[in-house]
């Protein structure tokens, strides 16, 4: 399986880090050893002093796709879940300073939490859907899919045209604004809508 995820989709999350609109959505890949199941702690990598959370809606894939058209988008994903984009962000900052691809910023071990996953069935509409991220019992990210530039459905028909979809694989659709840095002993809870999606302890 493959982990896509998806940068600057919320118009608060860009001002916040003085980046510029896309006009496409902006694509980056994590290994699948970036994996960090909801039930283990992450651990602070020692090549960096800031490491962001960056809490965000996931999709899951369940059916191969290539060059899907956004209204079929639907017919690919029957869950929705959350979980954070961990980011070295003094590091993705020196790299893309430099030009360079910021990929270990991003992908590192552990750096992708996936939380529990829920039939998008139990919501009442994916364009308008709250998420948050608390960090030590207080709200520290706060969304609403309505907004994203890109949409679920355009995201994965974007996607799709360049990658071939394969079942398992996992969207992170784009972070909102507040994203901070963590230190050991915190506790961050992930919550969509009013279920909680995972509970992860930073070592
Ligand atoms: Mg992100």
Redesign the pocket.
């Known amino acids: 399986m493959k982990i896509i995820?998806?940068?600057r989709n919320y118009p608060q999350h860009i001002d916040e880090l003085n980046n510029e609109r896309p006009e496409n959505p902006v694509i980056f890949l994590k290994p699948d050893t970036a994996i960090l199941n909801k039930e283990q702690a992450f651990v602070i990598p020692e090549f960096s002093n800031q490491i962001e959370h960056?809490v965000?809606l996931l999709v899951k894939i369940n059916k191969v796709g290539k060059y899907i058209a956004p209204k079929f988008a639907n017919k690919y994903y029957e869950q929705i879940g959350l979980g954070i984009?961990f980011?070295a962000r003094d590091l993705q900052s020196q790299l893309k300073s430099k030009g360079l691809p910021w990929e270990i910023s991003?992908g590192f071990d552990g750096s992708a939490v996936v939380g529990a996953f829920f039939p998008k069935s139990e919501f009442t509409s994916l364009e308008n859907l709250n998420f948050h991220l608390e960090k030590n019992g207080e709200i520290v990210q706060k969304g609403n899919t309505n907004e994203m530039i890109f949409v679920i459905d355009e995201i994965i028909s974007y996607i799709s045209q360049f990658y071939t979809l394969k079942v398992g694989d996992i969207i992170?659709t784009?972070?909102p604004a507040g994203v901070g840095i963590v230190a050991p002993n915190d506790v961050l809870v992930g919550y969509i809508e009013d279920k909680k999606a995972f509970e992860l302890k930073v070592m």
Do not use: L, N, S
């Open positions: 995820c998806i940068g960056e965000e984009d980011t991003k992170y784009g972070t």
